[in-house]
């Protein structure tokens, strides 16, 4: 089955850096578009890059020249880098993937930034 695990969250400081990561299995990976996702509080789950199976991407406005979004397919991993933060990157961060007309998530991670 479709398994996605992300880690890499946490507390940092406004400016500051984080690398989060998803690790995938249950489908060819190499295959398949890869999303990260973020929801804050009270807010609607927002996209903030995407990754194609040739290494295509794309960012989400407010996220655009800060955050930067790749693929390791030999180890079947999604990474976001992610630079500058802000007190509203404030979020969890989910990985998607779309498999069958499905949508898969992970469990989330926590980012959180200090003003």
């Known amino acids: 089955q479709v398994q996605l695990v992300e880690s890499g969250g946490g507390l940092v400081q406004a400016g500051g850096s984080l690398r989060l990561s998803c690790d995938a299995s249950?489908?060819?990976?190499?295959?398949?578009?890869m999303r990260w996702y973020r929801q804050a509080p009270g807010k609607q789950r927002e996209l903030v890059a995407s990754?194609?199976?040739?290494?295509?991407?794309d960012y989400g406005g407010s996220v655009k020249g800060r955050f930067n979004i790749s693929r390791d397919n030999d180890k079947n991993t999604v990474y976001l880098q992610m630079s500058s933060l802000k007190p509203e990157d404030t979020a969890v961060y989910y990985c998607?993937?779309?498999?069958?007309?499905?949508?898969?998530w992970g469990q989330g991670t926590q980012v959180t930034v200090s003003s």
């Open positions: 998607n993937v779309r498999q069958n007309f499905r949508n898969y």
């Open positions: 990754i194609s199976s040739a290494g295509s991407t």
């Open positions: 249950g489908f060819i990976f190499s295959n398949r578009d």
